[in-house]
Nanobody, 118 residues
Framework: VQLQASGGGVVQAGTSLTLSCRIS????????MGWFRQAPGKEREFVGS????????VYADSVKGRFTISRDRAKNTGYLLMDSLRPEDTAIYFC????????????WGQGTQVTVSS
């Protein structure tokens, strides 16, 4: 299983940015995709996740109402739409995945930098 994240960049506070994560796997719907982030000097933080089969999502309180996770089965891709970005959202964002019967994220993408300027 391989994941390829993309879409990071430098944006102004209050604007939006969408990250993509393409997952190379035979059975897309058998997996859960998660998004994590790590800011400088801080521990990695869970952002949210999506069940790639039914589309059910879970969000961290820090991003609830601002971030939206979705997926496109035809493209084997998950998305993280980030609205109303704040400087404190600045971090390296990672996508990860695990089989829906597994408990932990086994597969990780390389990370993409998001910088929000005030």
């Amino acid at each position: 299983v391989q994941l390829q994240a993309s879409g990071g960049g430098v944006v102004q506070a209050g604007t939006s940015l969408t990250l993509s994560c393409r997952i190379s796997v035979r059975s897309f719907s058998m997996y859960v995709m998660g998004w994590f982030r790590q800011a400088p000097g801080k521990e990695r933080e869970f952002v949210g996740s999506i069940n790639l089969s039914v589309g059910r999502t879970v969000y961290a309180d820090s991003v609830k109402g601002r971030f939206t996770i979705s997926r496109d089965r035809a493209k084997n891709t998950g998305y993280l739409l980030m609205d109303s970005l704040r400087p404190e959202d600045t971090a390296i964002y990672f996508c990860a995945a695990h089989h829906r019967q597994a408990a932990d994220y086994d597969f990780w993408g390389q990370g993409t930098q998001v910088t929000v300027s005030s």
